[in-house]
Structures are given as structure tokens and as C-alpha cells.
T-cell receptor, first 112, second 114 residues
Framework: SQKIEQNSEALNIQEGKTATLTCNYT??????LQWYRQDPGRGPVFLLL?????KEKRKERLKVTFDTTLKQSLFHITASQPADSATYLC???????????FGTGTSLTVIP | NAGVTQTPKFQVLKTGQSMTLQCAQD?????MYWYRQDPGMGLRLIYY???????DKGEVPNGYNVSRLNKREFSLRLESAAPSQTSVYFC?????????????FGQGTRLTVV
């Protein structure tokens, strides 16, 4: 069956450290992988998109890697801040259509 | 720009009642989506519409119907609500640039079926 799995437990890190979130997928062939942030009571907000032929993408303190051999994406937040505390979702786009599917999300708390 | 607007924000239904969730976007996007979000389950795709006049089932379509009324609007209907449909519902839209672009989400509709 198809699965998109993210860190199963909440992630707590100290302010200033690098947070690393994982997204592993099974039985998908994604053309694109996206990362979103979701705050309580709000809809997801787009952060980064990476294509299957790209290994890494950066935006300010954010970095995403995409390894189609390992079937995994890593999402890094460097110099983390309490304001980065939120749930982070990965989403996969396949080539076969324009639907996209989400992982279960990882709750990140940055401790001052 | 309003982006993606969903109505209502909150709703309580009795089992067996029907209702329609409304969604409108003002970004001229072709594609629109309905997701539901339950604790520990992430966002699950209910239905999507690649363009005006077309709709397709997602992962969890049972118990729902949709209508793509025009390019702006995509509604989700529950014909006979069940407690299992208690959830937060999100509408999203996105366009096609050089490949797929980011999706924009509404604020969500929190639905409780009693």
C-alpha cells in the first residue's frame, strides 16, 4: 500500500539548533515533493518545493533534500527560533495526475 | 487578495442532516481540492477538480459529493452526515506554471456531527 510517513513523535529542540524532519514514502513515484507549515487552527502554508531531478533546495534558514533512491526527503531549519514551532507537512505529487498527497505531519517545538 | 475562502468556519450537524461546504478562490487557478484532517491522520484527499467541469475521487470520497460550479468555486456536499465525518475540512487551489506550483489553502471548516 502507499504510505507517506513523517517523524512519528513530536520533535523538541533548543533554540538556535538545527531541526531535521524526515519524510519517507512507499509505493509512490513523486515528480515533486513539497513542504508546508501548519499552525493550530489554520490551513497549511507552502514553504518549499523540490523536483525529482533536484537534490537540494534552500530558502533562507530552510533546506530540503530529496533522495529518490532512499525514497526520502529531509527538511532542515537552521538557527531555529520559538516562532518556528508548528506542524510541518510533506506532500507528494506524482506524474500521473494533479492530485497530491500528504504525510501525517511532525509537530516541532523550539524551546527558548 | 483573499486567496481561498471557505464557508462556514464552524458547523454542527445532526446525524442524517445534509450540508454544503463552500470554497472560492480568486487566483485564477485551474485545480481545486478538498481535504479532511483528523488527528494523527494528516490531510486526506476527498475529491479534486483539475479544471472547470471535471471532478475526480481522491483517497476518501465515500459519503461526499462535489461540484465545480465555475473556475472560482468548488463545493463539497454531505448528503447524510455521519459521526465519522466529524473533521476539519480544507479547500485548496493551485495553478500550473512550469510544472505544478504551490497550493493555497483556506482557513478550514470545523464540522461536528452529533
Amino acid at each position: 500500500s502507499q504510505k507517506i510517513e513523517q517523524n512519528s513523535e513530536a520533535l523538541n529542540i533548543q533554540e538556535g539548533k538545527t531541526a531535521t524532519l524526515t519524510c519517507n514514502y512507499t509505493n509512490y513515484s513523486p515528480a515533486y515533493l513539497q513542504w508546508y507549515r501548519q499552525d493550530p487552527g489554520r490551513g497549511p502554508v507552502f514553504l518549499l518545493l523540490i523536483r525529482e531531478n533536484e537534490k537540494e533546495k534552500r530558502k533562507e534558514r530552510l533546506k530540503v533534500t530529496f533522495d529518490t533512491t532512499l525514497k526520502q526527503s529531509l527538511f532542515h531549519i537552521t538557527a531555529s527560533q520559538p516562532a518556528d514551532s508548528a506542524t510541518y507537512l510533506c506532500a507528494l505529487d506524482e506524474n500521473t495526475g494533479n492530485q497530491f498527497y500528504f504525510g501525517t505531519g511532525t509537530s516541532l517545538t523550539v524551546i527558548p | 487578495n483573499a486567496g481561498v475562502t471557505q464557508t462556514p468556519k464552524f458547523q454542527v450537524l445532526k446525524t442524517g442532516q445534509s450540508m454544503t461546504l463552500q470554497c472560492a478562490q480568486d487566483m485564477n487557478h485551474n485545480s481545486m481540492y478538498w481535504y479532511r484532517q483528523d488527528p494523527g491522520m494528516g490531510l486526506r484527499l476527498i475529491y479534486y477538480s483539475a479544471s472547470e467541469g471535471t471532478t475526480d475521487k481522491g483517497e476518501v470520497p465515500n459519503g461526499y459529493n462535489v461540484s465545480r460550479l465555475n473556475k472560482r468555486e468548488f463545493s463539497l456536499r454531505l448528503e447524510s452526515a455521519a459521526p465519522s465525518q466529524t473533521s476539519v475540512y480544507f479547500c485548496a487551489s493551485r495553478g500550473l506554471g512550469q510544472g505544478w506550483t504551490e497550493a493555497f489553502f483556506g482557513q478550514g471548516t470545523r464540522l461536528t456531527v452529533v
